[in-house]
């Protein structure tokens, strides 16, 4: 499966240059959150999308209709949809048979704001000011509904939901879907607005996020670092469009990158807590591997999901120092130091990231890493300061997520 298109919106910009700019610069897009009061919140710093415009991406009625998270997705399948067909005109299909484009959709927490909406109105208001609405846009697939319609996307539309998984596995999904010929092209892409009270309330309450750094928000995000003490909320929208190569090829299309391989896995373990030898983790990363025909010594880069959590970023370490070697584990860029956590979106920009990665020729640094804490045995080669040169040609990146779901994904330069 091939990527003819990328599209983002995300903390760090509205669309995907801007967003990949800041990543590959080290600069952070987090801040105090704005977008609601956080007077009486113990975490009050967060990735908001500032600044975005949804006038420009759907009707005046859709965007009072769909919830933000939806917004971002849509608008970030447009930017990708528009360089992979560039010239394309309103009302036309988008390939030659319409019965052979599909939309994946990934996104967590879904319509989280609509329903925490519609949940006042009927409490304040009563039930029969509930909007109708809410049917249909209230699922994590309304994106996956209006774009199906808006480029008549005839195959299959789904959405896919596994917490910070979930646009890792919507490309999986996109990927099986293309090479068992259901499709010719896929519109992937997710989409999240985590940063709302509801969700910032929830994760603070079970101290996933973390609460030393509100007067230094650039700072909070620190993945691998001793002072790490949790994630950082994040929302925002990334997207990719999918192809077979035989389909890009056909039109003429610019090949950014290659999607080899995808796997998936369980822990099996806690609701919250990864296994803490990171075996869920480490088997993805293998079965991603042995689906491409890799091995461990191909990878050149990795993108791990490195939130800035204890636990979580320990057992990603044990998987990679169990896939690669403990002193042989690929140099590492985390970029939830930047943009902080997407939580379903995250997979599908890093995927943008690793795409990046190779057409740069450069991996992006890792922030706020002042004291490597690894576990004993792993030596992690955490990249800080600048962008590090890069000559490899595959990428692989990691999302593992709440309820122990893996996703891996590698990624790898044009053929």
Do not use: W
Not at 160 to 171: D, L, N, R
Not at 225 to 254: I, K, W, Y
């Amino acid at each position: 499966m091939v990527i003819t298109g990328m599209g983002a919106v995300t903390p760090l910009g509205l669309d995907a240059q801007t967003s990949l700019d800041a990543v590959f610069a080290g600069r952070s897009g987090i801040g105090p959150i704005e977008g609601f009061d956080t007077s009486d919140m113990v975490v009050t710093i967060g990735g908001e999308v500032r600044g975005f415009d949804p006038s420009g991406v759907v009707t005046p009625a859709d965007a009072k209709r769909l919830d933000p998270h939806a917004l971002y997705a849509i608008a970030a399948a447009s930017e990708a949809i528009d360089q992979a067909f560039p010239g394309h005109r309103s009302g036309d299909p988008l390939i030659a048979d319409p019965t052979r484009l599909g939309v994946s959709v990934g996104s967590s927490s879904g319509a989280s704001t609509l329903m925490q909406e519609a949940t006042r109105t009927l409490d304040e208001r009563g039930p029969a000011r509930v909007r109708p609405g809410v049917v249909v846009y209230g699922g994590t697939d309304s994106a996956a509904n209006v774009l199906s319609v808006r480029y008549g996307a005839l195959g299959a539309a789904h959405g896919v939901s596994a917490t910070c998984a979930s646009g890792a596995m919507a490309i999986g999904e996109a990927l099986r879907t293309l090479r068992h010929g259901y499709a010719d092209a896929m519109i992937v892409t997710s989409g999240d607005h985590c940063a709302n009270p509801v969700n910032m309330a929830a994760n603070a309450n079970i101290r996933a996020l973390t609460r030393d750094f509100n007067a230094e928000p650039a700072r909070a995000s620190r993945p691998f670092d001793a002072a790490r003490s949790g994630f950082v909320m994040s929302s925002g929208g990334a997207a990719l469009v999918c192809e077979t190569e035989r389909s890009a090829l056909a039109r003429g299309a610019e090949i950014l990158a290659v999607v080899e391989g995808y796997g998936a896995s369980s822990d099996a373990h806690h609701a919250t807590a990864p296994h803490p030898g990171g075996e869920g983790a480490s088997r993805a990363m293998r079965l991603t591997l042995a689906d491409a025909g890799r091995e461990a010594g191909d990878v050149g880069h990795v993108n791990a999901h490195a939130t800035s959590t204890p636990l979580g970023d320990h057992s990603e370490a044990l998987a990679l120092a169990a896939v690669f070697g403990g002193d042989a584990v690929p140099p590492v860029t985390a970029t939830k130091s930047v943009s902080g956590h997407m939580i379903g979106v995250s997979g599908t920009f890093e995927v943008l990231v690793a795409v990046e990665t190779l057409r740069r020729g450069l991996m992006p640094p890792t922030l706020n890493l002042e004291t490597l804490d690894a576990p004993e045995g792993v030596a992690l080669d955490v990249i800080t300061g600048e962008a590090r040169p890069f000559s490899g040609d595959l990428v692989l990146t990691n999302s593992l997520g709440f309820g122990g779901h893996n996703a891996t994904l590698l990624i790898g330069a044009p053929r």
